[in-house]
């Protein structure tokens, strides 16, 4: 690991240019370069080990144009994201940091499920995959996880302004005051923006503020399921939850980089989240995975990321989400993931509520998740992806304004 190498250089011989490399920023930078560098070099070779090995999508006849092209292309491709990922993690992110250990616990652990799927599907020729109801089992455990641990964990902690303090010029400074822990969040567009889950619970009687976790983790298990599986239902087409997802954790990136940072923070008047920096150097390097993969997986995809990308993107994001407090954004950053799955929620309720009344049912949609639609209405793949592109920067620019909008 280098960042203890050059840590352990700087103590004992104060090595010139060792200090640099504790600024997150740096190591960010070199992490980005190298998880987009492994993504294109080793990627095809990934690529090429997945056809050697027959690892081929079954692609189900939905009557979608293009479709039957697509059967036998590599799937398992998220396996090049995980490793584009991980590897520049372990080289130049602090991993005793708690924010970057539970990433790296929520890469592997989801890209295990994802993997277990599709090898059902490739190896065992079931095109259902893992049953339901063990994917799901597997991200309550994984939100159960990470929810507890930013509960009971004692260094995930908020820094609180404090105004009490009077500079030389006997004027009162907001300044940041001690550490505490505190399960709060940030709210948007409102001008008193901080929401305390203990609150939610406080008014059923005194003392009843220590139990806030019987309200935040069940929270964190709802967003790590409700995303990961909305990023798996965006999987259908080349190139679109690869993009949006870069999308998506580079503007969590922004935002993990302003709350691990005083003066930025006490600014824009969100939450100084002490250690939360760190967060940059693993995001970075889940963006350069994402655009090196997205390399291989544009029309016409080469490889597609399967179970293995998109349940794993799915649950960096959430967990991202909840870390940085702005898991109240998700609906308007990961919108096109929430338009997917809304689209399947209404077209699924609509049908059983229809067939169930006259006896047949009925469909609000040409298909769904919402790109097959756009598909059946004879929509080429490739301008439903670049427009999904197009709404999702203009989500994650409205997410950024949330910043500064209140």
């Known amino acids: 690991m280098l960042y203890y190498l050059f840590e352990y250089l700087e103590k ?23 998880s987009l560098l492994i993504a294109m070099v ?42 584009s990922t991980l590897l520049p993690v ?55 996880i990470v929810g507890a641990v930013l509960y009971f964990h004692p260094e995930v902690t908020i820094k609180e302004k404090d105004t009490t303090q009077i500079n030389e010029n006997f004027r009162v400074e907001r300044v ?26 406080a008014w059923t009687g005194e003392g009843m503020e220590q139990y806030a976790w019987i309200i935040f983790i069940p929270v964190v298990i709802l967003i790590v399921t409700a995303v990961s599986n909305g990023a798996n239902l965006t999987d259908g087409i080349d190139g679109l939850a690869a993009g949006s997802s870069a999308i998506i954790v580079l503007t969590l990136g922004i935002f ?21 920096g760190e967060l940059v150097v693993f995001i970075a390097a889940f963006v350069g ?15 597609f990321m399967g179970d293995t990308g998109s349940l794993t993107i799915g649950g960096v994001i959430a967990v991202i989400a909840i870390i940085v407090r702005k898991e109240l954004l998700i609906p308007i950053l990961c919108g096109i993931f929430f338009a997917e799955s809304l689209s399947v929620m209404l077209q699924v309720g609509y049908f059983k509520h229809t067939k169930r009344k ?40 409205v997410t950024i304004v949330t910043l500064k909008i209140r």
């Open 12 to 34: 004992q011989y104060q090595l010139p240019g060792a200090g640099l490399f504790q600024f997150y920023t740096f190591r960010a930078a070199m992490s980005v370069l190298l």
């Open 42 to 83: 080793y990627g095809k070779r990934i690529i090429q080990y997945l056809q050697k090995k027959q690892i081929g999508e079954t692609v189900r006849d939905l009557g979608l144009e293009g479709q039957k092209q697509k059967a036998g292309t590599p799937t398992m491709g998220g396996l090049i994201i995980i490793w």
């Open 90 to 144: 372990l080289l130049f992110a602090d991993v005793q940091n708690i924010y970057i250990i539970l990433l790296i616990i929520t890469t592997v652990w989801m890209g295990t499920i994802g993997f277990v799927d599709d090898y059902i599907k490739i190896f065992k020729k079931d095109k259902k995959g893992l049953k339901g109801r063990f994917k799901v089992l597997g991200q309550v455990v994984l939100g159960l």
């Open 176 to 201: 940041f005051g001690e550490e505490t822990k505190a399960v709060r969040t940030n709210v948007p567009f409102f001008k008193d923006n901080e929401l305390d889950y203990a609150d939610l619970i």
């Open 256 to 276: 993990a980089w302003v709350s691990g940072n005083v003066q930025f923070s006490n600014y824009l008047d969100i939450f100084y989240l002490p250690r939360a």
């Open 289 to 303: 995975a994402l655009v090196g993969f997205l390399w291989y997986n544009a029309y016409p995809a080469q490889v």
């Open 358 to 397: 006259y006896g047949e049912g009925k469909r609000i949609f040409l298909m769904a998740p919402l790109h097959h639609h756009y598909q059946k209405k004879m929509y080429h793949e490739s301008k439903i992806v670049t427009r999904f592109w197009i709404i999702g920067i203009l989500l994650a620019i």
